[in-house]
């Protein structure tokens, strides 16, 4: 959470044309395997939106940031396969 406050800090620093109440955080991504991560968890029965433990305590942080409108979570899968392009999703609790 600390760092998120910093980057967003540091962001409005090193832009002079904006400020915080210009700017709405509309939630966070992930990027590695994460499509397939997702896809597990809802295998795995973790709930609706399928996030495992650490992706689900990162979304009630945004959720909070992100209030009284939802968070999104955009999973991006940086991996390849053969024959499978990358996947891109996003999931809104």
């Not at 044309?17 to 966070?28: M, P, T």
């Not at 650490?54 to 909070?64: M, P, R, V």
Request: glycine share 16%; proline share 2%.
């Amino acid at each position: 959470m600390e760092y998120h406050r910093s980057m967003f800090e540091m962001f409005i620093r090193g832009r002079g044309d904006v400020s915080k109440e210009q700017l709405n955080i509309v939630g966070w991504y992930a990027t590695g395997g994460a499509e397939k991560q997702v896809i597990q968890g809802l295998a795995q029965g973790q709930g609706q939106n399928g996030l495992g433990t650490y992706s689900a305590l990162i979304q009630n942080f945004y959720e909070q940031e992100t209030a009284p409108y939802p968070a999104v979570h955009v999973a991006l899968d940086t991996g390849t396969e053969e024959g499978v392009g990358a996947g891109v999703r996003a999931y809104v609790r």
